[in-house]
């Protein structure tokens, strides 16, 4: 199964294909005074803990910093975070579809959801840099529990990954759970307190509604949930519609419209992704060919392992683990 975070970088965007670069969208950052002394902190953690670019993992407290000098692509599967960037931008595909997000925005996952995420705004200058904090939905509920409803929420379904802003409330917590690294020893004792912060910051902020409905507890979010499970489990299998809807507990044409509605995807295409980022993983870390990992995936074709292998990540498998490969040493 797919590793969630795992993640292989190489820039294999081609240059020529458009993109929507995002900037500062109404001067941001200049009216959030917090954001240049949370982006400051985060550097430091960042060369504190090896300097460079790359993925700096915040040990027991479910934070991670990425910091990157160049634009690039990364495949992998999402699991319920909050991803905010400081500087650079980002986009994500999931699906047909493309969210874009900059300075002080962030992106909200509340499934376990395979997408593309490209750091489309990066240099040595100007790194792209951001964090990741991921989300406990158990805990997250309890916290909901004893918020009012906010003014405005809906009833209807909210796509499973969408971005909203970060105010500074909220950026200020992030900032704190950054500077707690600085005493390892309290990490245990005070980050559960700040991340019960944290969910009450972002469940009264700008984003309320959306958030509100992502995350209370919803019976068709619960349904998907299995099924993307079982699709989990057993992604190198044939599924007919006809069990996922069973592992919904509900109707094929009602299930259809609800996986689809929260995840962007039908479940054909969340099944192949998960096949491809596993394809990619195995292309890199084991001594297998293609037509052997094709296999190993489900696809009964290795020339069909190919062709959507090269649609999805813009090159074709054996080129890009040779690339892949080389990027590790």
């Given amino acids: 199964m797919p590793e969630f975070g795992k993640i292989l970088p190489f820039p294999t965007r081609d240059p020529t294909r458009g993109v929507t670069q995002p900037g500062l969208p ?13 982006l400051a902190a985060v550097n430091a953690y960042a060369d504190a803990n090896g300097g460079g670019e790359g993925y700096f993992p915040v040990p027991n407290a479910g934070l991670h910093v990425i910091r990157a000098f ?63 904090v991921e989300l406990d939905i158990a805990i997250m509920r309890e916290v909901l529990e004893k918020l009012d409803t906010p003014g405005g929420a809906r009833t209807n379904p909210v796509r499973s990954m969408f971005v909203a802003d970060v105010d500074g409330a909220l950026a200020d917590c992030v900032l704190r759970m950054v500077k707690l690294t600085e005493t390892p020893q309290a990490i245990s004792i005070l980050y559960p307190a700040l991340m019960r912060e944290f969910y009450y910051w972002l469940l009264s902020g700008p984003n ?35 069990r996922l809807a069973e592992a ?30 596993e394809a990619r993983r195995l292309l890199t870390t084991e ?43």
């Fill in 26 to 38: 109404d001067g941001r950052a200049e009216r959030i005074g917090m954001t240049p002394t949370l």
């Fill in 70 to 132: 160049h634009e690039m692509d990364n495949h992998y599967v999402y699991q319920p975070s909050l991803c905010i960037t400081l500087q650079g931008g980002k986009e994500i595909l999931i699906g047909e579809e493309t969210l874009s997000y900059g300075p002080m925005q962030c992106l909200v996952v509340g499934l376990d959801l395979p997408a593309c995420g490209r750091i489309v705004s990066a240099s040595p200058d100007a790194p792209f840099v951001g964090i990741t």
């Fill in 208 to 242: 309320a509604s959306d958030l509100w409905r992502s995350a209370a507890p919803d019976p068709h979010l619960d349904r998907i949930g299995r099924a993307i499970h079982l699709l989990r489990e057993n992604f190198t299998k044939t599924l007919r519609v006809e």
């Fill in 248 to 277: 919904a507990n509900m109707s094929q044409s009602s299930f259809h419209q609800h996986f689809k509605a929260l995840t962007a995807m039908s479940p054909l295409q969340f099944q192949k992704q998960l096949r491809l980022l």
């Fill in 287 to 329: 001594a297998l060919n293609v037509a052997e990992v094709a296999y190993q995936v489900g696809y009964e074709s290795a020339s069909q392992f190919s062709r959507e292998y090269s649609r999805t990540f813009g090159i074709a498998p054996k080129r890009d683990a040779m690339n892949l490969k080389a990027a590790l040493v």
